[in-house]
């Protein structure tokens, strides 16, 4: 099954870094939006970010708006998406998904229209 690989997780302190990043060995991100999304304890699915297949547009869910970013270098077939002033709330399982949309300058911050997913990588903040 065609899979992404997510990576970057573990333990960070309150008001630390993430530096995430999303690939795949199998085909390209050419082409495809990528989305990231995390799944808390006890809680749903929510989009956090996500990038155009076209790098021009990224779209952020309000809470994360002003300390998180999103790149893509397709030459690597990677995407990077990063977070500042990390808080306990940000605890969960952070995912990437990929997905071909109308547009290369569209992405949604939502599940549909998703071709493939990554397994997960767990973020914990804690002191």
């Known amino acids: 099954q065609v899979q992404l690989v997510e990576s970057g997780g573990g333990l960070v302190q309150p008001g630390g870094s993430l530096r995430l990043s999303c690939t795949t060995s199998e085909f390209t991100l050419d082409g495809y939006a990528i989305g990231w999304f995390r799944q808390a304890p006890g809680k749903q699915r929510e989009g956090v970010s996500c990038i155009s297949a076209s790098g021009h547009n990224t779209l952020y869910v309000e809470s994360v708006k002003g300390r998180a970013t999103i790149s893509r270098d397709n030459s690597k077939d990677t995407v990077y998406p990063q977070m500042d002033s990390l808080t306990p709330e940000d605890t969960a399982v952070y995912y990437c998904?990929?997905?071909?949309?109308?547009?290369?300058?569209?992405?949604?911050?939502?599940?549909?229209?998703?071709?493939?997913w990554g397994e997960g990588t767990l973020v914990t903040v804690s002191s």
């Open positions: 998904a990929a997905g071909r949309y109308h547009s290369p300058t569209y992405c949604p911050l939502a599940h549909y229209g998703v071709n493939y």
